[in-house]
């Protein structure tokens, strides 16, 4: 399936099953409201796709169980007394599903119409992919690019190391990860797809043994594709399934969240490029945090501006000993 194919448009049409075909999977974490709006669109829209639906409360502490039961009592909740990360829980109820199928839906998002339809005909007539995810938009419905990535290469990461993928946000070349110069509006082959909205079957999550777990938050959807397309296959997307994605609507701290996605890409970098060449990513990856710091510190000093940037990058600066080393064995 090349980039440039258009989209596949199978038959919608899905025979009655009393035993639903796909188990749709969300993890929730103090996101209440959100995930509550994310059921009403998921069942609003999904006309054609018998499925099943489960919950997984990370120990929320804003009444999301008890919300959640009232509202949708014919979902499956499961309330963890602890919270065990985005991973864990997906392998939970991953491995307890039945259907043939298997969708990971965030829970700040909003499906719309046809969705969860359009994504399961598009992985039915596309098994070679593996795994699948559609287009998101923000609630103003401008495109939302973080559907889909290409994975970290040395090139890539030289580029975000000396700001051209933010000088150049547009370009394939200078921001290649993102993808820069393309919508999201073709059927595309891409390298990573990712959890807020993706579709694979239970037999590829088994051969693959779910989410590695040392990836408790960020970087887990990556490694999965990674190592799905090393069994040879392909992950893609299409345009024909959208849905509204906030991203980030759980995580407040954004400079504790920027230190856990560094050291998710260490971890993406050691497990998954060639040893010789890691030092280089550790090397681009101290460049990106360090000259951030003190770029933005001095612009802070000298004019008084950015001072709560420069705050958010002094402390991930700091950090920089625990996620240089990326996640452990």
Known sequence: MASDTP?????????????????????SYNTKDLTIKALETLYDTTKHTSFHTVVF?????????????????QVELIAS???????????????????????LLNPDTECHAGAVDNLMAFMRANPQAGITGGRTVFPDGSLNIASCWMRITPW??????????????????????????WQRDTVREVDIVVGCFMMMSRDLWTQLDGFDLRYFMYGEEADMCLRAKALGFQPAVTPEAQIMHLVG????????????????????????WAAPVVPFGA????????????????????????????AKWSEIWSDRRDWIKGYGA
């Open 7 to 27: 989209p596949v448009s199978p038959e919608l049409t899905v025979p009655e099953r009393t035993v639903p075909e796909l188990t749709v999977i969300i993890v």
């Open 57 to 73: 409360d990370n120990a929320s502490s804003d009444g999301s169980v008890e919300a959640i039961a009232e509202a949708f009592p």
């Open 81 to 103: 007394p602890d919270n065990l990360g985005f991973a864990k829980a997906n392998n939970i109820v991953a491995a307890e599903a039945r259907t043939d199928w298997l969708l």
């Open 156 to 181: 890539s990461a030289f580029c975000s190391a000396f700001g051209l993928s933010s000088i150049f946000p547009r370009s394939s070349l200078f921001n290649p990860e993102a993808m820069g110069d």
């Open 249 to 272: 609507a759980s995580s407040k701290a954004q400079a504790r969240k920027y230190s856990m996605i560094a050291k998710a890409r260490m971890t993406l970098i050691r497990d998954h």
């Open 283 to 310: 090397l681009m990856m101290t460049i990106w945090a360090g000259s951030r710091a003190l770029s933005l510190g001095l612009l802070a000093r000298l004019t008084g501006k950015k001072r709560e940037a420069a």
